[in-house]
């Protein structure tokens, strides 16, 4: 079992930045491959990026790339989303999910733990 907890949402001007953490409690963290989600109002959740168990391998969705990097500090439990060049369209609820793999997963339905999600607004 895996308990997330997200914090560090909040609202910014367009351009700003953002860290998101994401603690983690529970056994094995270093095991699990980690995500952030997001999900604006009247739209699906949507990946945004992963990272492998070692922290050695990520991917972003196109809309992040070059804006956003995620990283984790297996030690603190924890992994980061941290976001800059913020656009208004940034606009959503993040969400922290872990899978029980070692492999980078890009699907919602791959992710077993799933946080209670931290909400950011950009305004422009």
């Known amino acids: 079992q895996v308990h997330l907890v997200e914090s560090g949402g909040g609202l910014v001007q367009a351009g700003g930045s953002l860290r998101l953490p994401c603690a983690a409690s529970g056994r094995s963290f270093s095991t699990y491959t980690m995500a952030w989600f997001r999900q604006a109002p009247g739209n699906e959740r949507e990946f945004v990026a992963t990272?492998?168990?070692?922290?050695?391998?990520?991917y972003y969705t196109d809309s992040a790339k070059g804006r956003f990097t995620v990283s984790r500090d297996n030690a603190k439990n924890t992994v980061y989303l941290q976001m800059d060049s913020l656009k208004p369209e940034d606009t959503a609820v993040y969400y922290c999910?872990?899978?029980?793999?070692?492999?980078?997963?890009?699907?919602?339905?791959?992710?077993?733990?799933w946080g209670q999600g931290t909400q950011v607004t950009v305004s422009s």
């Open positions: 999910a872990a899978a029980s793999s070692r492999f980078l997963k890009f699907v919602s339905t791959d992710y077993e733990y």
């Open positions: 990272i492998n168990w070692t922290g050695g391998s990520t």
